[in-house]
């Protein structure tokens, strides 16, 4: 199951108009859930100032929020029955946003994308099985291309349930403490080099050099 999970998540895409289908299959549209939304808590015109252990100051600012929401047609294929040459694509419509956190200190050459959407895919072909998903990327700001971290959180599990998820997404620390400051309920990528929850969003990272910078505080324009 998980192994299915996996390549099903790998090539829904946008569709290619070159694709040879002997039929296509329309699931309608799915939403994300109001408390998913939740999962992300950065509202427009936001500052955060992030410290390291002596002191040292570096910003960052959110870009979109509405602006990065997109309603989107996502597409999945399987081998057609008939004709092991053709393939049957099965559509969804969902929702998706988009947060790019920007460093404008330009002093670490840091930045984050945070993907907040509905995923959708099939354990059994015909058998649509959905969740909402948060996917957090800490990269490169010269190369968007470039990844230096990634962190999937399932936000809502909806269908999800005959999957064990513990074996792909991170799970919550109840409690955890960084440069003297105590956190709850805190998500962290597989080498522990950023850390985020619901309440606050990106609460600590490290950055290229390893050093640990903490958030000290957020501004919200007005």
Not at 40 to 46: D, F, G, L, R
């Given at each position: 199951?998980?192994?299915t999970f996996l390549v099903l998540t790998i090539i829904s895409c946008k569709k290619e108009d070159s694709?040879?289908?002997?039929?296509?299959?329309?699931f309608g549209t799915f939403n994300l859930l109001d408390n998913?939304?939740?999962?992300?808590?950065?509202?427009?015109?936001?500052?955060m100032y992030f410290q390291d252990d002596v002191g040292n100051q570096v910003q960052f600012e959110l870009e979109y929020e509405k602006g990065g929401y997109e309603n989107i047609d996502t597409y999945y294929k399987?081998?057609?029955?008939?004709?092991?040459?053709?393939?049957?694509?099965y559509k969804t419509n969902i929702?998706?946003?988009q947060y790019n956190m920007?460093?404008?200190?330009?002093?670490?050459?840091?930045?984050?994308?945070?993907?907040l959407k509905v995923e959708p895919f099939s354990l059994n072909f015909g058998e649509l099985v959905i969740s909402d998903q948060l996917w957090i990327n800490k990269g490169l700001d010269s190369d968007t291309t470039a990844s230096a971290g990634v962190l999937s959180i399932l936000v809502n599990s909806r269908d999800l349930a005959e999957i064990d998820n513990n074996l792909i997404f991170a799970q919550p620390i109840d409690e955890i403490n960084l440069l003297g400051r105590t956190f709850q309920?805190?998500?962290?990528n597989n080498d522990s080099s950023f850390f985020y929850n619901y309440e606050i969003g990106v609460i600590a990272f490290?950055?290229?050099?390893?050093?640990?910078?903490?958030?000290?505080?957020?501004?919200?324009?007005?």
């Open positions: 199951l998980i192994m694709t040879e289908i002997c039929s296509e299959e329309d998913s939304i939740n999962s992300v808590p950065y509202k427009s015109n936001t500052k399987t081998t057609c029955e008939y004709d092991a040459n053709l393939e049957k694509v929702d998706y946003y920007m460093e404008t200190s330009s002093s670490l050459n840091l930045r984050f994308s945070l993907q309920n805190v998500f962290t490290k950055d290229l050099d390893g050093k640990l910078w903490a958030l000290d505080k957020t501004e919200i324009e007005e």
